[in-house]
């Protein structure tokens, strides 16, 4: 009921909704159950995203499935810098892949739920560039790169995972990618925001 009133507030003051499906909001009761780093969120997020959409069909055209997918994920569940404060590669590389995986589930219930949609996802992205122009310094502005640029861009893209700039995502590829799941990374969104 309270988007409902924020939303028809916006367009009884002639601002077009845009709704962000997941902005860092990870109800707490999934994060016990080991938030994205459980195969099981891309169920939990699929049927949220059903809620939402079938709930807002009606009064939203403008959709984004993630906000800053990189940051969430590398931030919450690699640095801990921001919640939930895990650390490590055995919380990031589960997460980044059931992330990537709902990025583009969402895309496609979107689609289903709101045949006129113009659905997005949000990208944070920073220049890169080399310090020097050494052959080391390159090779590291190309790792840098592929993990806050690309990491979540390229499944989107149908490219898969940049495993060469990042060899460590080949871990992720043996232990959390399942059989059928890279077919599943790729959704052709009508835009792609960046921030």
């Keep these: 009921e309270f988007y409902h009133r924020v939303i028809d507030c916006c367009l009884e003051n002639g601002l077009e909704p845009y709704v962000t499906l997941y902005h860092w909001d990870l109800p707490q009761t999934l994060e016990d159950k080991g938030g994205w780093t459980n195969r099981d969120i891309i169920e939990w997020f699929s049927d949220y995203c059903e809620v939402v959409?079938?709930?807002?069909?009606?009064?939203?055209?403008?959709?984004?499935?993630?906000?800053?997918?990189?940051?969430?994920?590398?931030?919450?569940y690699m640095t801990g810098?921001?919640?939930?404060?895990?650390?490590?590669?055995r919380n990031f590389l589960p997460a980044v892949h059931h992330v990537a995986i709902c990025q583009a589930e969402g895309g496609r219930i979107i689609r289903k739920n709101?045949?006129?949609?113009?659905?997005?996802?949000?990208?944070?992205?920073?220049f890169i560039e080399p310090f020097t122009d050494s052959d080391?310094?390159?090779?590291?502005?190309?790792?840098?790169?592929?993990?806050?640029?690309?990491?979540f861009l390229e499944p989107t893209l149908g490219l898969g995972y940049p495993v060469h700039e990042l060899p460590f995502l080949q871990n992720m590829m043996k232990k959390y990618v399942h059989a059928g799941d890279m077919e599943k990374l790729a959704f052709d969104f009508d835009f792609i925001g960046v921030q």
């Design 114 to 126: 709101v045949p006129d949609a113009v659905i997005g996802t949000t990208f944070s992205c920073s």
């Design 53 to 76: 959409t079938r709930e807002f069909a009606s009064k939203v055209k403008y959709w984004l499935v993630l906000n800053e997918p990189a940051g969430f994920t590398g931030l919450g």
């Design 81 to 89: 810098y921001h919640a939930p404060g895990r650390l490590g590669m």
């Design 136 to 151: 080391n310094d390159k090779r590291a502005a190309k790792r840098i790169d592929a993990l806050l640029n690309r990491l």
